[in-house]
């Protein structure tokens, strides 16, 4: 992916179900994509002009969700390893239940430096004790039971460094 550079910045969303009605990305979170030098989209764009729109502002990494439709699930992996600045990070949709998740995940991808997820809308970063981590950026456009729509940011250096934004 994202190989030779020794600082890597990745803008992470997920769930933005668009179009829908006149919702759109938030300024913020726009200017925040454009700045990236990845962007990664953890599932449930909806419709294949998302992923375009996406790929208009910057290199993407993303995944199918259980909404997309057909042409986007034809276009995009169930999931995906991104290699950024020697840390690698798998990004699926949905992982599972709450409980035993970090555990679960960390068997899945024994390769991931840390696993990138969505489905839920609900933002979560956990750390093992090895230092293995999963992330939920939340959503930009849905936050459902939420206080704030969010997305996030992380930084691939000598570590991940991974950070919720709320965008209103």
């Not at 419709?47 to 375009?52: A, D, I, M, Q, Y």
């Not at 939920?136 to 950070?163: E, I, K, V, Y």
Request: proline share 7%.
């Amino acid at each position: 992916m994202i190989e030779g550079q020794l600082t890597v910045e990745l803008a992470i969303i997920s769930d933005t179900h668009l179009p829908r009605g006149s919702r759109r990305l938030p300024a913020a979170c726009l200017t925040r994509l454009e700045r990236a030098d990845l962007i990664i989209h953890a599932g449930d764009l909806s419709r294949l002009e998302v992923l375009e729109e996406l790929r208009s502002l910057g290199e993407v990494v993303a995944v199918h969700g259980n909404v997309d439709e057909p042409r986007v699930r034809e276009a995009l992996p169930e999931a995906a390893l991104v290699s950024a600045a020697g840390r690698r990070i798998a990004v699926i949709h949905d992982a599972g239940p709450a409980r035993n998740r970090l555990e679960r995940l960390r068997a899945r991808f024994p390769e991931a430096d840390a696993v990138v997820f969505g489905h839920s809308h609900i933002p979560l970063h956990e750390r093992a004790p090895d230092g293995f981590q999963i992330f939920n950026p939340g959503s930009p456009t849905d936050r459902r039971r939420q206080p704030h729509h969010t997305m996030g940011l992380c930084r691939a250096a000598d570590q991940l460094t991974f950070r919720l934004v709320e965008l209103d």
